[in-house]
């Protein structure tokens, strides 16, 4: 019961000097609130991340040539062809590979009637669906006596789809023309995770052959620098990766050694590598987070020392009448407990609204990402528990100086 009156006259303290209590609880409001936005954002970020590399499938490797650097061509450069591709494929060192997807990809423009449109051009395979997790909304996709062929033929994204005709049904059989060559349109598929960026999500798909034909510059020819390669979901993904690039290496005639010519990582490692990238983040807005409280501890401290003489002879009135030193110290204690909680509590409220509203900005203009909010209770017991220890640290100095006044002196005080 002593405690909640302690509390109690807290309150009353702090409501009473509403203006000089929000200043003081400035710091320690910053400190918090930094540290659970930034933990916040960075479990949203983590969940969203990994959302997008479980629906594009974890069993696949990102194979980039690291040579290549468009008009800055290292001379020693390497790139991947087709027949590179089937190389990989007939390979007995990699029997538990289930496609390569070998993307070649260029931005251009898509005329259709007398509309205008900025699209980007997918040039790959048959199995650039499968490997993607592409389904399909409308017709047909291309398959590999298309892709055989050199059809002119194109795949649409869904959005760029919904965008541009009536239905998607009504797409199917339409003739448009990219940079000026004829394509006839054969299906519509899901749209990529995260499309979007200069090209509003108007991503289209064409034979890889086709690509080179027609659209691609002549620099360019039968030159790819990308692969992703899936493998059966029961192999060792780091297993299945060392043999992968062990035949790279063979069929480019590389040292085995040599590990400079091309970038290799599976999904697994892409979460590993943001990890580390946000426990960096996180720790350092932690060490910034944590001077802050410091500087606001110890404006909290001078405020309680301004408080302990202001209320003096009140100290010195409540000794008379029997109050023991320890009640003092307790009510003094508990006050700047209360104030670092109160602080802490309101940094913690900010902090998940200015997330809450990220998210939503963020699914109002990129409404495909379904971002979702995500509260971390961790993150919210620890920033209570740092706002209570940061409130016994810097309140208890000026809390034993008061439990240490003499009654008579107290009362003497002017």
């Known amino acids: 019961m002593m405690i909640i009156s302690h509390v109690q006259t807290a309150i009353k303290q702090l409501l009473a000097n509403k203006g000089k209590t929000f200043l003081t609880m400035l710091g320690i409001i910053m400190g918090i609130g930094s540290v659970i936005m930034i933990m916040t954002l960075g479990e949203i970020a983590k969940q969203f991340l990994l959302g997008q590399i479980t629906q594009f499938g974890t069993n696949v490797v990102e194979v980039a040539a690291t040579g290549d650097l468009g008009p800055f061509e290292q001379d020693d450069a390497i790139y991947f062809t087709l027949d590179d591709v089937q190389e990989l494929n007939d390979s007995s060192l990699l029997s538990d590979m289930t496609g390569i ?99 509003g999500g108007n991503y289209v798909y064409i034979p890889l052959p086709t690509v080179y034909e027609y659209l691609a510059p002549s620099e360019d020819l039968n030159k790819i620098i990308f692969l992703m390669v899936e493998f059966d979901e029961a192999s060792d993904p780091q297993s299945f990766q060392n043999r992968l690039v062990y035949e790279i290496k063979r069929i480019k005639n590389l040292d ?36 802050s409280l410091v500087v606001g501890g110890i404006g909290i401290m001078n405020i309680m020392l301004v408080t302990v003489k202001e209320r003096t002879k009140e100290i010195g009135l409540r000794k008379a009448v029997g ?4 009640s003092i ?5 508990i006050e700047a407990v209360v104030l670092t909680t109160l602080g802490g509590l309101i940094g913690i409220i900010i902090s998940l609204s200015g997330c809450f509203a990220a998210v ?55």
Request: proline content about 3%; some cysteine; glycine content about 6%.
């Open 101 to 199: 997807s070998t993307t070649y990809t260029l931005g251009t423009t898509l005329d259709y009637k007398s509309e205008n449109y900025t699209i980007s051009v997918w040039g790959d395979t048959e199995l650039v669906f499968s490997v993607n997790n592409l389904d399909i909304v409308a017709g047909r996709l291309f398959d590999a006596n298309a892709v055989k062929r050199h059809d002119r033929v194109v795949v649409l994204s869904q959005r760029f789809a919904e965008d541009t005709f009536d239905s998607v049904d009504q797409a199917i059989g339409e003739k448009v023309r990219i940079d000026g060559t004829s394509f006839t349109i054969i299906g519509v598929v899901t749209d990529i995770p995260m499309s979007g960026g200069p090209f």
């Open 256 to 291: 085995q050694a040599d590990d400079d010519k091309f970038y290799v990582a599976n999904r697994e490692q892409f979460l590993a590598i943001f990890d580390n990238v946000l426990l960096g983040i996180q720790l350092f807005i932690a060490a910034i987070a944590g001077i």
């Open 323 to 326: 109050a023991k030193n320890r």
């Open 329 to 333: 110290l307790a009510q003094f204690l």
């Open 360 to 414: 939503m900005i963020v699914n109002w203009i990129q409404p495909d990402w379904g971002v979702k909010f995500v509260v971390v209770p961790s993150a919210i017991i620890i920033a209570c528990a740092v706002s209570m220890t940061t409130g016994l640290i810097f309140g208890l100095y000026p809390a034993i100086k008061a439990a240490r006044l003499h009654p008579i002196e107290a009362l003497r005080y002017e």
